[in-house]
């Protein structure tokens, strides 16, 4: 796009679409709210983890989304699934049973099985 005065840098370019969904993929047929979370961040707000380390169920959530599940999966093992997040969810995301499923998922994948 020329003449609104910027472009995108090719280094800054991400093909989201080339990424591997399967985790996103595993989860969502097994827990559908996973598909109506909106990403507004209430569950990162109330999070007990998220206030003591750096994680962000929210941005997990985008992660496993997006199929950067590299990222994701160094992240996952911080929840302590306390269900906190469940409670303030205004879609009513199952946030739990995400985190459960993705790890399912990641084990799974380790030894090929998904």
């Known amino acids: ?29 097994r827990e559908p709210s996973f598909r109506t979370c909106i990403e507004c961040g209430c569950c990162s707000a109330t999070c007990t983890t ?27 093992s911080k929840c302590m699934l306390c269900g906190k997040c469940i409670l303030v969810c205004p879609r009513g995301v199952n946030t739990r049973n995400v985190i459960l499923l993705a790890r399912e998922a990641f084990r799974k994948l380790m030894k090929n099985e998904v």
Do not use: C, P, W
């Open 1 to 29: 796009m020329e003449g609104f005065g910027f472009s995108v840098l090719k280094e800054r370019h991400i093909n989201y679409d080339a990424n591997d969904k399967s985790i996103a993929e595993y989860i969502a047929e």
């Open 50 to 76: 998220g206030a003591f380390t750096n994680f962000s169920l929210r941005e997990l959530q985008i992660l496993l989304k997006r199929g950067e599940n590299e990222i994701a999966r160094e992240q996952i």
